[in-house]
């Protein structure tokens, strides 16, 4: 809900409102003709729904007082119910300094960590009050905009950079949306934290370019742009990048990446990146990304309505390169390792068949009874080579079930691990960002159910009905080299419909890039 309002300078008196609204009216009408806002400004307001008044947050409360000797308040009063959460007033003129500034509802004042929904309530409400001020100043084309703190400038951060990205690339340059500059807003009398701010944009530019890279069409994203694209982004941040071609995958006896790879004419890559942030002698975290450009099935070709998202298969790919360059980018004290398969999953006359049976690094033979299950087979062979580097962990990130979606929705990411640590640290750092993860089990039930048959050692579809997200999590763990591990399923999150996440845009959403980074940032500063 949004309300535009009028220029109090012309006017004190709280009486006489018919008079101000003719008078807003005309104010509005000028705006509309008038060049777009140079400077905007995103302020907050606590307001629980049953109540008429509101309060100003600290930041909102000092530019009331200072800058329009209570006129900000007054205009709120009159425009009608505060606003809510998620919703925005925009008063225009209030004083030279900034020609638009946007009310923003943050709720209750009360809010924080809900131990049922297992998240922060109240870092969300920022997040999504910060992206619907940034968006309406965004409509006007307010080339910068400041952006206040709200109590938490990483989240405020994080809402602004996020709400404002916009899939537009390949748009023609004159009707792209305009997109503004951001600042902190802050008053040298209020505590600021700069800091926080920095952290904020870091982890939103890493999702905005996870964004970026699987809303790139098929056909502009085959695996040899990626690595092009990787090459190119990640050139002067601190992360070494190395290009392994098929021929190396085949010396490495990768036979199971390679058979997914057989069905397409676009070669496979393999990436490997490399960041220390510390001791070159200190082991490593692996990241995996899964890294399928495309998906189509192969010959058990998904249905049409399947087909229209499978650009963003390479989602762990996306989303750990992203957080490679983040990582970099805020210098963490940790050295990371990333493992990247790249490769198309097409129909072909060398396409993978029902039956066939491939051998990875370890020697365990798996039969291919579904080819659409091919997202664990490119994964298997990472999982392998991992162990080379005598890790700390291993954390894979990959979309392989379509039934996470049916099981939750697009509400958190499925997590498998064997790692009770590596479990509560995760599902911290999804509390923090808001981006919230579930534990799902790694029983021996369900490895039974892959591995029971008589001339395979495993199968990738395996026995039993249901369950087909644990048996893939069962698949990788028969190949992890050693210790501790963990599997995220992304497939349900993979996009978003701009509802379930208002401050993230119809289309790809990225996920889990920022809480990969807390993730990682957060065992940072336990070990320090």
């Known amino acids: 809900m949004l309300t535009r309002a009028w220029n109090p300078r012309s006017t004190r008196l709280l009486g006489s409102i018919c008079r101000r609204f003719s008078h807003a009216q005309t104010v509005v009408g000028a705006e509309k003709c008038a ?31 200072d800058y ?13 119910p505060m606003p809510r959460r998620g919703e925005a007033r925009l008063f225009f003129n209030l004083e030279p300094t900034y020609s ?12 924080g960590y809900d131990p049922v929904e297992k998240m922060d309530l109240s870092k969300e409400a920022i997040r999504l ?11 006007l084309k307010t080339s910068r905009i400041y952006v206040e703190d709200f109590g938490h400038a990483e989240s405020a951060a994080e809402g602004a950079h996020l709400g404002l990205w916009v899939n537009q690339e390949m748009r023609a340059v004159e009707r792209r949306q305009f997109i503004p500059q951001l600042q902190l807003y802050y008053e040298p009398s209020l505590p600021c934290d700069s800091n926080g701010w920095r952290i904020g944009l870091a982890k939103a530019e890493a999702q905005n370019l996870a964004r970026q890279l699987m809303e790139a069409p098929a056909n502009h994203m085959t695996p040899t742009s990626f690595a092009q694209n990787v090459v190119h982004i990640l050139c002067n941040s601190g992360v070494n990048v190395e290009v392994k071609v098929r021929s190396w995958a085949e010396s490495q006896g990768m036979d199971a990446f390679l058979t997914v790879a057989k069905g397409s004419c676009e070669p496979p890559i393999f990436l490997e990146l490399s960041y220390y942030g510390t001791k070159m002698s200190d082991r490593p975290i692996v990241l995996i990304g899964q890294g399928n450009t495309y998906d189509s099935g192969g010959i058990c070709a998904k249905k049409i309505h399947a087909l229209k998202d499978m650009r963003g298969d390479m989602a762990g790919a996306a989303s750990v390169v992203a957080t490679c360059r ?21 129909i072909g006359c060398n396409a993978v068949k029902p039956g066939d049976v491939v051998t990875p690094r370890n020697g365990k033979s798996i039969e291919i009874e579904n080819a659409d299950y091919e997202g664990a087979l490119v994964l298997v062979d990472a999982l392998q080579y991992a162990g080379s580097f005598g890790p700390k962990y291993i954390v894979d ?34 509390v923090h960002t808001g981006d919230r993860m579930w534990r799902l089990p790694l029983w021996d039930y369900y490895t039974q159910q892959m591995t029971s048959a008589e001339h395979v050692d495993v199968q990738n579809v395996g026995r039993g009905v249901g369950g087909e997200s644990c048996k893939a999590a069962a698949l990788l763990r028969e190949f992890l080299p050693c210790g501790q591990w963990m599997h995220i399923d992304t497939y349900n999150v993979m996009t978003t419909k701009g509802e379930d996440f208002p401050y993230l845009r119809r289309g790809m959403a990225g996920r889990p890039t920022r809480t990969l980074i807390e993730f990682i940032a957060q065992a940072c500063c336990k070990e320090q």
Request: aromatic residues 4%; glycine residues 8%.
């Open 326 to 346: 983040a990582i970099a980018a805020l210098k963490l004290p940790v050295n990371i390792r990333a493992l990247i398969p790249l490769c198309e999953h097409m």
């Open 100 to 111: 638009v500034v946007a009310v923003c509802g943050l709720g209750s004042d009360c809010l």
């Open 68 to 80: 329009t000797h209570g006129a900000l308040m007054d205009m709120l009063r009159i425009a009608g």
């Open 35 to 65: 060049s777009p806002p140079s400077r905007g400004l995103v302020l907050g307001i606590y307001s629980d729904s049953d109540e008429e008044s509101g309060l100003l947050t600290p930041n909102a409360a000092k530019y009331n007082e």
């Open 397 to 430: 990130v990959a979309t392989l079930s379509d039934h996470v979606l049916e099981s939750f929705g697009k509400v958190c990411s499925a997590v498998f691990t064997n790692s009770e640590e590596l479990w509560q640290r995760i599902k911290h750092a999804g």
């Open 129 to 139: 009050a910060s992206a619907t001020g940034c968006q309406e100043l965004q409509k």
